[in-house]
């Protein structure tokens, strides 16, 4: 599941079971993220 405002994505692990379960996988800034930066390419 990926709800987004543009900026930061959350992407969630959803499971659809009674009850629903949820968890936060990884949260991309692409704000913060610099392109041109090998250090910021190499980040997971």
């Keep these: ?3 987004t ?3 930061r994505w959350p992407v969630y692990h959803v499971i659809f ?3 629903i379960e ?3 996988v990884v949260e ?3 704000l913060e993220i610099n392109g041109r930066s ?3 390419l190499d980040k997971p």
């Design 28 to 30: 991309i800034n692409f």
């Design 38 to 40: 090998s250090d910021d």
């Design 22 to 24: 949820h968890g936060l």
């Design 5 to 7: 405002n543009a900026g």
């Design 17 to 19: 079971d009674k009850p």
């Design 1 to 3: 599941m990926l709800p």
